[in-house]
């Protein structure tokens, strides 16, 4: 009997120990289960080496060809704002130079991104193609077109903790760029050497300049009553006067180089425009470089659009700063502007240095539309309140007239005024 009891419990011992066995090997088998490949991402190629002029033509879909080197941003939030299936850079999304935001932006919203690929891709690529991007290849049907590196959240981290560890080289070459731009626009910064007259009267009132930047789509949204109440001088610079026509503005005044406003926004200093209340013609101020060279300028000839020049070394934005701070303007307010260092060194130009300067110069007239939405308080309109005393008395009326006992009520208290008046009247 104990022989067989002994043999009966080493059988039910062996068991449990293949059962722990069997299910810690099913645990590693599935630990070590490789992740599923990613899908491949196709759509139609939409090929620019300008991300800004990119973003206008995207569809849902499409995949984006561009060669931009330290991905910023704006550009980021524009693509995916766009809905690209995939993002195809012939220029290193990240350099290493500065930890740019735009590449981890993509990633984040799920849309692969393919880097280092060459410039030659734009010559291979024709807009409208359809391509397929295929980890890190870039195909059109069974065609290789390209190969770069893919990019993961992982490389991209790692890449910009690199960068983060040079910013102090990123910051002197920062500074010695402010300091050469102060020395050649001295007369620009501090007298307002070159700048055009222009027909609105900015002096004394305030300005409202949008530049299509971080978040410009909430912080006007966000200024919707201040604008109502205040009204001000309204100047959008390039695409920033697009992002006031959507919001239902007209811009009195357009700044920048024309590359990215429509021709729609250009059209508004032809004519008056139907839905628009203004009082006077949109006014353009095109931004030249100091050698009198405007990219802008043929486009608005061929448009028949008048316009003034203002030549600079610095950026639109900053033309359209100095000119409302020297035409007078007691406050400007600006929307999707650079609000601090990290933004100057994402967006990755040596122009940031001047937008320095710049904010340096009309700082005491300066403040960002964040600031403005969280101290003012909307103003109580006399339509509105006369609206309303009028609704309350319609809602009256109507509550009497289909109440019997209201109306009776109301008809003595009448009766009553009546008599009061016809005493008051013996009286006297």
Do not use: C
Request: aromatic residues 4%.
């Amino acid at each position: 009997m104990s022989r067989r009891s002994d043999s009966a419990l080493t059988a039910q011992r062996s068991a449990r120990l293949e059962a722990i066995d069997t299910s810690t090997s099913k645990a590693r088998s599935l630990l070590r289960r490789p992740q599923r490949k990613e899908r491949p991402q196709q759509g139609v190629a939409r090929v620019d080496a300008r991300t800004k002029r990119l973003v206008g033509r995207m569809q849902p879909g499409d995949v984006a060809v561009l060669d931009h080197e330290d991905l910023d941003r704006v550009s980021a939030e524009g693509l995916v704002g766009a809905g690209v299936a995939a993002v195809v850079n012939a220029g290193r999304s990240i350099t290493g130079r500065y930890p740019n935001l735009g590449p981890l932006i993509l990633l984040d919203a799920g849309i692969p991104l393919v880097d280092g690929v060459g410039p030659l891709v734009l010559r291979k690529v024709t807009e409208g193609d359809l391509v397929k991007v295929d980890g890190d290849r870039i195909l059109s049907g069974d065609r290789l077109l390209a190969v770069g590196v893919r990019q993961s959240e992982e490389s991209v981290r790692l890449a910009m903790e690199e960068a983060r560890a040079g910013l102090a080289d990123r910051f002197e070459s920062f500074a010695r760029n402010t300091v050469d731009f102060m020395q050649r626009e001295r007369d620009l910064l501090f007298g307002g050497s070159g700048l055009p007259a222009l027909a609105h009267e900015l002096a004394g009132r305030p300005v409202l300049v949008v530049v299509r930047g971080y978040q410009y789509k909430e912080d006007l949204a966000a200024l919707g009553s201040y604008i109502r109440d205040v009204r001000p001088v309204l100047v959008g610079v390039d695409g920033g006067a697009d992002a006031l026509i959507e919001a239902g503005y007209a811009p009195d005044l357009i700044v920048g180089d024309m590359d990215s406003v429509s021709d729609s926004a250009l059209r508004l200093a032809l004519s008056r425009p139907r839905r628009l209340r203004r009082k006077q013609p949109t006014e353009i101020v095109l931004h030249a470089y100091r050698d009198g060279f405007a990219p802008g300028q043929a486009r608005l000839e061929d448009l028949g659009v008048p316009y003034t020049m203002v030549r600079a070394a610095g950026t639109s934005e900053d033309v359209a700063l100095l000119l409302s701070h020297e035409k007078g303007a007691d406050l400007i307010v600006t929307v999707g502007s650079h609000g601090n260092l990290r933004e100057f060194l994402d967006k990755g130009r040596m122009g940031m240095a001047s937008t320095f300067l710049v904010r340096l110069r009309v700082g005491e007239t300066l403040i960002d539309a964040k600031g403005v939405s969280r101290v003012y308080t909307p103003r109580i309109r006399t339509r509105d309140t006369v609206f309303l005393i009028g609704a309350a008395i319609v809602v009256m009326i109507l509550i009497i007239a289909i109440s019997p006992v209201l109306s009776t009520y109301v008809t003595l208290l009448f009766e009553r005024f009546r008599q009061w008046l016809f005493h008051l009247k013996e009286l006297i």
